[in-house]
Nanobody
Framework: AVQLAESGGGSVQAGGSLRLSCASR?????????VNWFRQAPGKEREAVAR???????TYADSVKGRFTIVRENHVNIVYLEMHSLQVEDTGMYYC????????????????WGQGTQVTVSS
């Protein structure tokens, strides 16, 4: 069964914006859990894009700093990835993943995953 569900992907021109959503019917995405956004471009390895920690601390890949924002909405159990000033290099499949453990988010932790949403940015 799909554990997390991403939505909001699409095709945009460079400079445009998208807001991706990550939701789950089965697991809390709220405070006390770490939620990550990853992306994978064709022919490339998956890379971490943004992370919101158990206490709301956020980190971003250098390539998206200042353009992407990760936001957690506890009352609807959704984590968003707001993307602005999109570049062709941002094209890829975007995945959200929640660390399984409670308030413990080590590197390489086991996670629940979604199936991804495609983002395509054209020049």
């Amino acid at each position: 069964a799909v554990q997390l569900a991403e939505s909001g992907g699409g095709s945009v021109q460079a400079g445009g914006s998208l807001r991706l959503s990550c939701a789950s019917r089965f697991f809390s995405l709220g405070t006390n859990y770490c939620v990550n956004w990853f992306r994978q471009a064709p022919g490339k390895e998956r890379e971490a894009v943004a992370r919101i920690g158990a206490d709301g601390d956020v980190t971003y890949a250098d390539s998206v700093k200042g353009r992407f924002t990760i936001v957690r909405e506890n009352h609807v159990n959704i984590v968003y990835l707001e993307m602005h000033s999109l570049q062709v290099e941002d094209t890829g499949m975007y995945y959200c993943a929640r660390v399984k453990s409670f308030r413990y988010c080590p590197s390489g932790a086991d996670m629940y995953w979604g199936q991804g949403t495609q983002v395509t940015v054209s020049s």
